[in-house]
């Protein structure tokens, strides 16, 4: 399996795909962060704290994780190449964990430049270091967390259809649905009593929390769980492809 993740993460990074996930992630966080004189513009803002990166990074993650997953199992399928890659000396779980882990490892490289916002703007505090450090970190561990979802979720897409672009709505798709999905229909409040257990099925309630900077088991094990139901998923499917 080893072998198979550092092809699949040289894969990414030996075509413009891995370089422009990184770059347009950047691109879009810091001019948001800090050229668009608008909500999220950290120098507008007036205190010194990154929240705004942890609202928006999200969001930016809900098309950009879809664009490196859709092809894990889309291109393979078209190339013809799936066949072959079943018969090496590795089980379906381990493609899957190779392609999986290496999509996270790419979201860890997109989030780590951007420890240069929170060096910025501990610099700018009033004092320097007037910044709430337990919630950037919290906040950084939730991102991770949401980002190797979000991964899981794109794998899942990817192994459903041999279009790439087709594997890239339906991922989208899922992830928004996921991450907000839930809150919307406890906004409904057609659940009535049970409208808050069904808020706690999407991944934003869990996100929240770990951004306050309190890393809770019960989030931490939400993720855990999300992560491993769709690369459960995406197993069977693969081993339906062979019925």
């Not at 399996?1 to 347009?24: C, N, P, Q, W």
């Not at 393979?76 to 964990?97: C, N, R, S």
């Not at 890239?168 to 919307?184: D, K, N, P, R, S």
Request: proline share 3%; net charge neutral; glycine share 10%.
């Amino acid at each position: 399996m080893y072998t198979l993740l550092r092809k699949e993460i040289s894969s990414f990074l030996s075509s413009l795909i891995g370089y422009a996930v990184i770059i347009v992630f950047l691109l879009v966080n810091g001019l948001f962060l800090w050229v668009f004189p608008q909500e999220f513009n950290i120098l507008d803002y007036g205190f010194a704290s990154i929240d705004n990166y942890f609202m928006l990074a999200p969001w930016v993650f809900l098309f950009l994780i879809p664009a490196i997953t859709m092809r894990s199992f889309a291109e393979e399928h078209k190339a013809g190449t799936m066949e072959m890659l079943l018969t090496k000396p590795v089980t379906d779980l381990e493609i899957i964990l190779a392609k999986y882990l290496a999509g996270v490892v790419l979201v860890l490289f997109s989030v780590l430049p951007t420890l240069i916002y929170y060096v910025t703007v501990y610099k700018l505090g009033m004092p320097p270091g007037n910044l709430d450090q337990g919630g950037t970190w919290g906040s950084y561990i939730g991102l991770l967390f949401l980002g190797a979802g979000f991964v899981a979720i794109g794998i899942f897409a990817s192994s459903i259809s041999n279009n790439q672009i087709v594997s890239f709505l339906i991922a989208v798709f899922l992830c928004g649905f996921m991450y907000t999905g839930f809150e919307f229909i406890y906004d409904l409040s057609i659940f009535g009593g049970f409208g808050l257990l069904v808020s706690q099925l999407g991944i934003n309630a869990h996100y929240t929390g770990m951004s306050r900077g309190v890393i809770d088991t019960r989030d931490v094990l939400y993720f855990l769980s999300l992560i491993a139901i769709f690369l459960m998923l995406t197993r069977f499917r693969l081993e339906r492809r062979k019925w």
